[in-house]
């Protein structure tokens, strides 16, 4: 007796979109990555994902020119490729995609990545910039996140060229980041930009010292008033285990008694403890105003100020901030100079 088995539409769908995505060899929850370089027939490059892609620094062995990389995959974000000579090069990742590199080792910027829109998107962007400058690599990066503000490609470079780069334009990354959060109002990343870069722009060169109150490590009141109104005033993050910021807290103290009351100066301690700030201020000798609310990068004023690392050093001069990350080399010269 012959038993007759018969396959709904639907099921017969399933069945054909599983063929079909077992034929390209990549699964769904995996991602594939096939790479031919020319100039280089052994090596090794790393690998590192902010998004969690993967643990740590991963390893891509070259072998005869090429490469296959294939690791789990369950969410969007990008892998940087970290080359030999310690360039990086992002790949966008996205699950069940299978990604192809070309490239020429000897010119590393110009590689070519297809397999999906992102990093193709990415190739035509590289090849725009190649023989461009630094400013106008920024205005091309610019242009980019305008005409495509949802795309993960823009998130990259909004952090590449107006977040962590040496020099960046924190008011024209507002402007952006602003434009992409209309299209992702959901995307907790651009969120948390956003404020840093608000807090950024305020603390900017050229700009008014923010407005901002707080209370000394002795309980006394301290505002953003006392410092405008200062010829000079000096603005100082430190913490009791950096000794660079803590020496920097030595030569504002000289400066501070050379300077006929002309300089003004207030200290922020990052010091999770309060009673441990108070016993170096006590120590060291330190009569300015000290704020230590034990948050650390946390704290109120330390946010205010856009105070993300040490040692941090703001000079103010009639209330407008004229220099900023002041190195330990620089700050002396840099407060006589103004003090002149």
Sequence with gaps: MKHIITVGFE??????LTLIVMSCGVSGDRLKIEGRFLQLNQGEFYVYSNDGLVTGIDTIKIRGGRFVYDIPCEQEGILMIVFPNFSEQPIFAKPGESIDIKADASRLREMEVTGTKENELMTEFRELIVHASPPEIVKHAAHFITEHPQSIVSKYLLRKYFLASPTPNFKQGLQLVRLMRQQLPDDNELTTWQKTMESLANTSV????????????KGEKVSDKQ??????????????DHYVSMDMQRIIRT?????GGRLKALSICLDPSKK??????????????NICDEMMFDGKLAKQLAIYSLPQTLLIKKGKIVKKNVSREKLEEEIDQLLR
């Design 255 to 259: 400066k501070l008694k050379s300077s």
């Design 276 to 289: 441990m700030a108070m016993q170096t201020i006590e120590r060291d000798s330190i009569g300015w105003a």
């Design 206 to 217: 050229g700009s008014i010292l923010p407005k901002f109150s707080a209370t000394t490590v």
């Design 11 to 16: 099921q017969l769908l399933i069945i054909l």
């Design 227 to 240: 410092l405008r109104e200062a010829p000079v005033a000096v603005i100082h993050a430190w913490a009791t």
